[in-house]
C-alpha cells in the first residue's frame, strides 16, 4: 500500500485523530436577522436556584445522606437562596423521605419556593405531588429531553408525540394541584416549569413549539410566571450560540410577561459562567446553578462565580457570601470534594501572588487606597493592581494575599515587614532583607509565612524584647549620651537623635579601636499603638574590612530607639 498524505492525515495518532473533522463537527449557527444582546449590560441579579441537593447531590461518589443534606439546605438558606431544587422524590425512598422532612419538621421559611423534579410518566409525577403535601410553595419541574438525537435515537418518538406527552404531563400537573379540590393541595401555591432538555440541540421552533403547548395546558398568569428552564445540559458550542438561541426563544415566546426564562448551563467546555451571562443579556431572568459548580462530568454553573462577578460591577446579587471560607469549609465538609486552589473568588490561592512584580504593585495599591481612605473618610472606588475585588468584602485577611517563596521581589517582603511591624524599610534594608530571606527559602524549598518573616528580621535586625533594656545600659554610662537623653525629652528628638548616634559610633571606635562610617540613617514616627507613638529608627554601619550591617530600633524614645539601631548594626564587632 502506498501511504499519501491523505490516508496518513486519516489514521488514529496517539490516541486521536490528526483530522479531527472526520469524527466532529462544528456546531450550526443561527443568524438571527435582529441580535440585540451584545449592545446590553446586565443591570440586576437574576432569579437564583440552587441544585446543589439535587444535580448536585447525584453527581457525588458519595452522595450526601438526609443530615448532610438537612445542613446543606439551612446553609443556602443562610446565604439567601428563595429557590432551591431539593430532591427527585420519585427516584428512590431517601429522596422521598428527605422532602417529607423538610415539610414536616417546618423546616422551609415562607417565602421560600422548594422545587422537585419529575420526568413526564404519570405515575412518578403522582408520587413527586404527594412528597410535598402540606408545602406552602412549590415549582414542578417537569423534565423532558427535545432534541431530535434523543427523540429518534432514546424514545423512538416524532415531534407531535413529544408535545402531546408534555402536554399531557402538564394538564395531569395541574388536575392534582390547583384544580384538585383538594384542601391541602389548595393552601399550596404552585408553580410549573418546564425543561426541553438538551435544548441546546433543539431547533429553537420546535423548542417554542413545545413550550407554547405546554404554556396553554399549563395557563401561567403574570403573577405566577409559568418557568421554561433553557438547558445546555451538555455543553457543545460557544457561549454567544447559545446565547443567540436564548434570545431568539425569548423574543418569539408568546405572553412574554406570563413566561420567567431560566438558563441552566453546564460546563463540558469551561464555559457555562460566559455562556450564563451571555444568556442573561439575551433576556434571560432566572439562573440554576451550584455553589462552586458541582454537578455531573464537569459540573454545572459556579453560582458563586456568577454572583461575584456581579457584586464587582457594582451590583449586589442578593446571595451574601461575606464569609466565603466558612462556604468553601461547608460545602468541603459536605460534598467531599475539595475546591481547587485557583477557584475564582474562593479559591485557597485566588488571592495570592507569589512573583515580586505584581506583591510590588500590590503594595503600592494599597499604600495610595489607604492615603485616599485617609484623606476622604469614606469608602472610595476600588483600584488595585491584580485584584478583582476586595478579599475583605469575602472577610478574607490582607495579610493572606501575598505569599512568599524564592520568586518573590522585595514587594511582598516589604509587606510583611510592614504589616508585622507598621515600619517601612528604606531602600537598603529593604534590598539586603530580601536577599536573605530569597537566600532562606531557596535553602528550604518551602514556602516563607508571616511567622518566619518575623523571626528572620528580628533576628537579623532587633534586639530580641526580652533584652532590650540590658542592650543599652552600656551606652547609658556616658555621659554625653545621658544629657543628650535627658534633652530630648523637651525637644523635638530628631537633633539629639542624630547627636547620640554619633556620640554612641563614636564610643565605639574608641572601645575597639577601629573606624566606623555611619553610612545610612533614617528615622519614622511609626503610629500610636498601646496608647504610645513609636519611633523607628534604621542604621546602617560600617568598618574597614567588615561587611556593611544594618540595625533597626523601635522606641517610644527616639534616642533610645536609635541606640537600639546602632547596639544591632555594629553587633560584629561590638
Given amino acids: ?23 466532529y463537527s462544528a456546531f450550526p449557527k443561527l443568524h438571527p436577522v435582529n441580535r440585540k444582546w451584545p449592545e446590553k449590560s446586565i443591570t440586576k441579579p437574576p432569579r437564583w436556584l440552587s441544585t446543589d441537593l439535587r444535580d448536585g447531590n447525584q453527581a457525588l461518589p ?20 428563595k429557590e432551591i431544587e431539593i430532591s427527585y422524590p420519585s427516584a428512590s425512598q431517601t429522596e422521598y423521605d428527605f422532602t417529607r422532612r423538610l415539610i414536616l419538621c417546618d423546616a422551609v421559611p415562607d417565602d421560600v419556593w422548594i422545587q422537585v423534579m419529575a420526568p413526564c410518566r404519570e405515575e412518578l409525577i403522582r408520587t413527586t405531588i404527594e412528597s410535598v403535601r402540606g408545602a406552602k410553595k412549590v415549582i ?22 413529544t408535545i402531546n406527552l408534555a402536554v399531557r404531563c402538564a394538564k395531569l400537573y395541574r388536575e392534582l394541584t390547583t384544580d384538585s379540590g383538594d384542601p391541602e393541595m389548595m393552601r399550596t401555591e404552585w408553580t410549573l416549569e418546564f425543561t426541553p432538555e438538551n435544548f441546546q440541540d433543539t431547533s429553537v421552533e420546535f423548542a417554542l413549539q413545545i413550550c407554547e403547548a405546554v404554556k396553554e395546558a399549563w395557563q401561567p398568569t403574570v403573577e405566577n410566571k409559568i418557568i421554561f428552564n433553557l438547558t445546555s445540559t451538555v455543553e457543545v458550542a460557544m457561549p454567544n450560540i447559545f446565547a443567540d438561541q436564548v434570545e431568539s426563544f425569548c423574543d418569539n415566546i408568546s405572553e412574554r410577561e406570563k413566561v420567567c426564562v431560566s438558563l441552566h448551563n453546564h460546563n463540558d467546555r469551561g464555559c457555562a459562567v460566559a455562556t450564563s451571562e451571555l444568556s442573561q443579556l439575551a433576556g434571560a431572568d432566572r439562573v440554576e446553578g451550584c455553589i462552586f459548580g458541582n454537578g455531573e462530568r464537569t459540573g454545572n454553573v459556579d453560582l458563586v462565580t456568577l454572583a461575584l462577578n456581579l457584586y464587582t460591577q457594582g451590583i449586589h446579587p442578593g446571595i451574601d457570601f461575606g464569609d466565603i471560607n466558612q462556604v468553601v469549609n461547608m460545602v468541603e465538609e459536605l460534598t467531599k470534594i475539595p475546591l481547587h486552589y485557583r477557584a475564582p473568588y474562593a479559591g485557597r490561592l485566588t488571592f495570592c501572588t507569589f512573583t515580586g512584580t505584581h506583591q510590588d504593585a500590590i503594595r503600592k495599591g494599597y499604600k495610595v487606597r489607604t492615603a485616599a481612605e485617609e484623606k476622604s473618610g469614606q469608602v472610595v472606588p476600588w483600584r488595585m493592581p491584580y485584584l478583582p475585588m476586595d478579599p475583605a468584602d469575602l472577610n478574607r485577611k490582607h495579610e493572606a494575599i501575598i505569599r512568599i517563596n524564592s520568586q518573590s521581589g522585595k514587594g511582598g517582603i516589604a509587606w510583611f515587614v510592614h504589616k508585622i511591624f507598621n515600619i517601612d524599610m528604606p531602600r537598603g534594608l529593604e534590598l ?10 531557596d535553602s528550604t524549598g518551602i514556602e516563607i509565612m508571616s511567622g518566619m518573616i518575623e523571626d528572620l528580621f528580628r533576628s537579623y535586625y532587633m534586639l530580641p ?26 525637644g523635638s528628638g530628631k537633633s539629639n537623635d542624630e547627636y547620640v548616634t554619633n556620640v554612641t559610633v563614636m564610643r565605639l571606635e574608641k572601645i575597639h579601636g577601629i573606624e566606623i562610617e555611619v553610612l545610612d540613617r533614617k528615622m519614622q514616627i511609626i503610629g500610636k499603638k498601646d496608647g504610645f507613638q ?33 547596639r544591632l548594626s555594629s553587633h560584629g564587632y561590638a
Fill in 1 to 23: 500500500m502506498i501511504l499519501t498524505k491523505e490516508t496518513v492525515s486519516d489514521r488514529p495518532h496517539r490516541g486521536r485523530l490528526q483530522n479531527p473533522a472526520l469524527k
Fill in 62 to 81: 458519595q452522595p450526601m445522606d438526609s443530615d448532610a443534606k438537612f445542613r446543606y439546605f439551612q446553609s443556602l438558606l443562610k446565604y439567601g437562596y
Fill in 140 to 161: 414542578l419541574h417537569l423534565h423532558l429531553s427535545t432534541s431530535a438525537c434523543f427523540r429518534e435515537i432514546v424514545f423512538n418518538m416524532t415531534p407531535q408525540e
Fill in 432 to 441: 539586603d532583607f530580601t536577599k536573605l530571606v530569597k537566600t532562606y527559602a
Fill in 465 to 490: 524584647i526580652s533584652s532590650q533594656g540590658k542592650s543599652i545600659r552600656w551606652e547609658l554610662e556616658c555621659p554625653e549620651v545621658t544629657a543628650a537623653l535627658d534633652a530630648s525629652k523637651g
Fill in 534 to 566: 513609636k519611633t523607628a529608627n534604621f542604621i546602617q554601619l560600617r568598618s574597614k574590612g567588615r561587611a556593611a550591617a544594618w540595625g533597626v530600633g523601635l522606641h517610644e524614645e527616639p534616642t533610645l530607639a536609635s541606640l537600639q539601631a546602632v
